[in-house]
């Protein structure tokens, strides 16, 4: 089993930067590959990255490949996302997830994901 933990959320202008980061407890981190979602107020849970269990491969939204990395660190068990040029439309509270995966591939479905953190919200201002 694996514990997330979101941070790195907050208040930010239109056309800013966060890095948010999935910090995971327990063993075996690179066991998992590591999807972000996101949910806005009214919508439905959407996928916005995900990176495989060794870090090779990495999948993204439509909405956010242009500006955002997903990269992990292993040792530190950590998953960080960075994301630039936010727009009003990235508010949402932003949630890692953790698919046990014996390939080195990550799904963009959250059925594929089996634990998940508490989120982190984001707000954009315009």
């Known amino acids: 089993q694996v514990q997330l933990v979101e941070s790195g959320g907050g208040l930010v202008q239109a056309g800013g930067s966060l890095r948010l980061s999935c910090a995971a407890s327990?063993?075996?981190?690179?066991?998992?590959?590591i999807g972000w979602f996101r949910q806005a107020p009214g919508k439905e849970r959407e996928f916005v990255t995900a990176i495989s269990r060794s870090g090779i491969n990495t999948y993204y939204a439509d909405s956010v490949k242009d500006r955002s990395t997903i990269r992990r660190d292993n040792a530190k068990n950590t998953v960080y996302l960075q994301m630039n040029g936010l727009k009003p439309e990235d508010t949402a509270v932003y949630y890692c997830?953790?698919?046990?995966?014996?390939?080195?591939?990550?799904?963009?479905?959250?059925?594929?994901?089996?634990?998940w953190g508490q989120g982190t919200q984001i707000a954009i201002s315009s």
């Open positions: 327990g063993r075996a981190f690179s066991n998992y590959a």
């Open positions: 997830a953790a698919d046990v995966y014996d390939g080195d591939n990550a799904s963009d479905f959250t059925s594929a994901y089996d634990y």
